[in-house]
């Protein structure tokens, strides 16, 4: 006997598929009858009602209310995506932490957990730790009623897209070879969908954007990180291969300058990461949280560090502001937490490109990554679980279908 296959079903391409377009058409424009939506759909009344069958018993859809106005006879039953009995799932790793949330399918986060990487020695302890959190999890879905229906995993470095390993993660090295995507899938047979986590980041911010808010995001952290987008799609700064574009943060500011820890010399990093300013510092802080309490000491050694690397960032990031009509900045990563005493130096470096008007149409947020990449792993999830393709690997929505691992 073959191991049972876990619930992640729409997502793995299985013999639900052919449900996804009542399924979005649910999710999309609320509840309706069996009629209405072969109508929309134009599909025979027979179809439609096979497929609400299925997705009933299945437990994706849930009745509303009869429908008074439906004509002569008994009133007409309304369905429904039942969001409280449905789970995504949103693993975001951040080195050394990994972290995770369940959400239902309302967006409402039930669970969150972080566990540090540095406590889990090697890649067998990193491994037995995603199938704890899965089991956990999926438990609890299942407690309230539910499944878990898909998976988001937004990874750091410069993974290999189609086997899901990460091949470079700079802040931790020991990661290469992680790989979450076939963890889960050999243990437990389910599906998730990786990409890098601040696409998971901007998803979240752009809960509350404006229809033509143009967002940049700045993680700060040991390295840079930087991604746009609006609600038409995302630039990330981290395209697969073959690109000619590069990391954003690795994009060459100085010829023949600063080595960088990526191997090449000029990069923006190099001259504005974190682990710039623990260098500054000649070994007086071996961490960014002992660099931050030094600035927040007012020592004037690690502000004067961290208002150059402000100013230097912002003029790089000026011509890009420029570029895309940036009108809202969010700061995040660790470093959110000590930039307003360097927020000025930044607006400083803006200036260098900007005009005093371009600048004051300009927004700035200053938040903790996670609070919008946990919120947009799950909404990620969600997401690709009604359509696969609403997220490639250029950052486009609606471009290609993903092809999971294949089926056992």
């Known amino acids: 006997m073959g191991r049972k296959r876990e619930e992640v079903r729409i997502a793995g391409g299985d013999e639900l598929g052919a449900a996804r377009p009542f399924l979005r058409m649910l999710a999309d424009h609320g509840p309706m009858t ?38 002569m006879g008994r009133p007409a039953k309304r369905w429904r995506i039942a969001a409280e009995r449905n789970f995504s799932l949103g693993f975001v790793l951040l080195p050394p932490s990994l972290h995770v949330a369940l959400a239902d399918f309302n967006d ?25 959190l899965y089991r956990r999890l999926r438990d609890q879905a299942a407690a309230a009623g539910g499944k878990i229906r898909n998976i988001f995993y937004g990874v750091p470095g410069d ?8 091949r470079r993660v700079v802040a931790m090295p020991e990661l290469t070879g992680f790989n979450l995507r076939k963890t889960l899938h050999d243990n437990f047979g389910v599906f998730s969908r990786d990409y890098t986590f601040k696409h998971a980041e901007m998803l979240g911010e752009l809960q509350t954007a404006k229809p033509d808010d143009i967002i940049m995001i700045v993680s700060w952290e040991m390295g ?41 010399s000029g990069c923006l990093e190099a001259y504005s990461g974190g682990w710039v300013l623990l260098e500054a510092l000649h070994g007086r802080a071996a961490t960014l949280n002992e660099f931050m309490a030094l600035v927040e000491q007012d020592d004037p050694e690690a502000l004067a560090a961290l208002a150059a690397a402000a100013g230097v960032l912002g003029h790089f990031l000026a011509r890009l502001a420029a570029l895309f009509s940036v009108n809202r900045i969010v700061i995040s990563g660790p470093m959110e937490r ?13 200036l260098e490109v900007l005009t005093a008007d371009e600048l004051g149409r300009i927004h700035f947020v200053v938040r903790p990554l996670l609070d919008g990449a946990m919120v947009g792993g799950c909404l990620a999830a969600r997401k690709l679980f009604f359509d696969p393709s609403f997220i490639d690997h250029d950052g486009r929505y609606n471009f290609e279908p993903f092809t999971p691992y294949p089926a056992r």
């Open 224 to 264: 840079l990180g930087i991604v746009f987008g609006s609600r038409l799609g995302i630039l990330n700064n981290a395209l697969p291969e073959p690109s000619s574009f590069r990391d954003i943060g690795h994009s060459r500011l100085v010829k023949d300058g600063r080595l960088c820890r990526c191997g090449l």
């Open 338 to 350: 000590v930039f307003p005493r360097v927020r000025r130096h930044f607006e400083e470096g803006l």
């Open 34 to 71: 069996q009629t209405e939506m072969s109508r929309r759909l134009k599909v025979t009344t027979a179809a439609t009602n096979l497929h609400f069958l299925r997705m009933a018993e299945e437990g994706l859809i849930e009745p509303v209310a009869n429908d008074p106005h439906s004509g």
């Open 159 to 166: 993974p290999d897209w189609s086997s899901g390993a990460l």
């Open 108 to 132: 409402r986060i039930v669970a969150e957990e972080q566990h540090d990487f540095n406590h889990y020695p090697d890649m067998a302890a990193k491994n037995e730790l995603l199938c704890r």
